[in-house]
């Protein structure tokens, strides 16, 4: 009989000891996912802020990268050991003719080119640089009154010339006077301007950007002339390009993958080539802003003309192969450009080079796909 009792009550403690096990395993279990569950919820917890992901649904959507600083007058970034802490430099560059063009140095490298008539239908650049500083640039032309507004909301810039009449010249003078502007005439007989060989007067007079700094007394780096918030895709409609009208016609074809608008330029409609430097670069901006504005005799010289550039006016930007039309504004000469489509919302460019073409009305139009191929095809 003990012996049974000893049997029965080692069988009921065994019965206990496994139903205990039992019970830790599910514990365990329980314990096992809890912490599964936590370490996910810590996991997305953690990643929200840069993803969003649901056990639903595999879409994820990031933030805009932080670029850092960015250059003022291009918006592209700036790399390290970059300088920018200088002034920036306007050169005067010849667009008058076919001769001159095939002088061209540099321009492609200019953060913003203003092209300008300066008489009739006749055009030149105004090239501003920042970003990048060529080692020469060119060929260099002179000053007109019309270059003093141009200028001057880019905290008094070295302006690179050749030199100018009696009447520009004293105008020149009075700007530098108001800290507009710093002038640097080739006229004063500085090393940071040099004739070059194989191009004759006045397409061979080429400037060093760097130098004419160097020489500057002041200046001070630039602010942003544009916004480049990169919206107008959202605020646009696709366009293949544009045509501005002058002496010789400007065009504007949109390129996907040279992430730009290459140039063209149409001698009296008798041939079509792409507008090159000298070193065989096509000019391909990022950005074109053809803003609409008024020429007015010029009260220095009646074969002149100078573009009204402060108040407001139409404009269309042509960015990422879109265009929207708006209109420009800058109440005083320091001011930059405010870009705003009828709703009034701010039109934000492309990082890159952005041309300006200050254009009479009814100059510009716009170019068709089969025209857009056929130049880009040659």
């Known amino acids: 009989m003990h012996k049974l009792i000893r049997v029965l009550a080692a069988l009921l403690a065994l019965s206990l000891l496994a139903t205990a096990c039992g019970g830790d395993d599910g514990a365990d279990a329980e314990t096992a996912e809890t912490t599964t569950s936590t370490t996910e919820a810590e996991t997305t917890t953690t990643t929200e802020v840069e993803t969003s992901t649901t056990s639903e649904s595999t879409t994820t959507t990031t933030e805009a990268p932080d670029l850092g600083p960015l250059y003022p007058l291009s918006g592209e970034p700036i790399g390290e050991g970059d300088p920018a802490a200088h002034a920036a430099v306007v050169v005067k560059i010849s667009n008058n003719d076919q001769a001159a063009r095939a002088a061209l140095l540099g321009l492609d490298q200019a953060d913003i080119v203003y092209e300008e008539r300066i008489e009739q239908s006749a055009t030149r650049f105004a090239a501003v640089f920042h970003s990048v500083l060529p080692e020469e640039v060119g060929s260099v032309r002179s000053g007109r009154t019309s270059d003093i507004d141009i200028v001057s909301n880019l905290n008094r810039p070295v302006f690179g010339y050749s030199g100018a009449n009696d009447g520009v010249s004293g105008q020149l003078r009075q700007a530098e006077n108001n800290d507009l502007l710093v002038r640097s005439s080739a006229d004063f007989g500085h090393s940071e301007f040099r004739r070059i060989s194989g191009f004759r007067a006045p397409n061979n007079l080429v400037a060093n950007p760097a130098k004419l700094i160097d020489r500057a007394d002041g200046g001070e780096p630039p602010s942003p002339v544009f916004d480049y918030s990169r919206n107008i895709a959202e605020l646009g409609q696709p366009s293949a390009g544009v045509?501005?009208?002058?002496?010789?016609?400007?065009?504007?074809?949109?390129?996907?993958?040279?992430?730009?608008?290459?140039?063209?330029?149409?001698?009296?409609?008798?041939?079509?080539?792409?507008?090159?430097?000298?070193?065989?670069?096509?000019?391909?901006?990022?950005?074109?802003?053809?803003?609409?504005?008024?020429?007015?005799?010029?009260?220095?010289?009646?074969?002149?003309?100078?573009?009204?550039?402060?108040?407001?006016?139409?404009?269309?930007?042509?960015?990422?192969?879109f265009r929207i039309e708006g209109e420009w504004s800058r109440e005083f000469p320091r001011d930059p450009f405010t870009l705003l489509t009828p709703e009034g919302e701010v039109i934000g460019l492309a990082p890159g080079q952005t041309w300006v073409s200050l254009t009479p009305a009814g100059t510009s139009a716009e170019i068709s796909a089969n025209e857009a191929n056929a130049l880009k095809d040659g």
């Open 243 to 321: 045509r501005v009208k002058a002496r010789t016609d400007a065009i504007y074809v949109w390129s996907a993958t040279d992430g730009g608008y290459l140039r063209f330029h149409q001698e009296e409609k008798r041939f079509t080539e792409p507008h090159q430097t000298r070193d065989g670069n096509q000019i391909t901006p990022a950005n074109v802003v053809v803003l609409t504005t008024t020429y007015l005799p010029s009260q220095i010289d009646r074969a002149s003309v100078d573009a009204v550039t402060v108040g407001s006016g139409d404009v269309v930007v042509y960015s990422d192969g």
